[in-house]
Nanobody, 118 residues
């Protein structure tokens, strides 16, 4: 089955770190742009970070710049989101999204909960 599956969420104290993983099943990220989005209760889904290995491109939302790092493994099968210096406002469900560069084919993961609280 072609899909992306997130893991790594959980409860962490302010100032702590978490690493999220997004595993591709049935394809690789070689020809895809991969992104992390998040959605907090009562808010719209927002783009957090994007990576494209084909063009060595990464980008970040201003709210996470300098704290979060998006990366991809050498096999192009897993995308990571390293989150440091976490704040309560980072609390949200985090979603992985993959879009094929040449077509409109895209996949959303089921989401993983991140809660930042003392």
């Amino acid at each position: 089955q072609v899909q992306v599956v997130e893991s790594g969420g959980g409860l962490v104290q302010p100032g702590g770190s978490l690493r999220l993983s997004c595993a591709a099943s049935g394809f690789t990220f070689s020809n895809y742009v991969a992104s992390w989005y998040r959605q907090a209760p009562g808010q719209e889904r927002e783009l957090v970070a994007t990576i494209s290995s084909a063009v060595s491109f990464t980008s970040y939302a201003e709210s996470v710049q300098g704290r979060f790092t998006i990366s991809m493994d050498n096999a192009k099968r897993t995308v990571f989101l390293q989150m440091n210096s976490l704040k309560p406002e980072d609390t949200a469900i985090y979603y992985c999204y993959a879009r094929q560069r040449a077509t409109s084919l895209n996949y959303w993961g089921q989401g993983t909960q991140v809660t930042v609280s003392a």
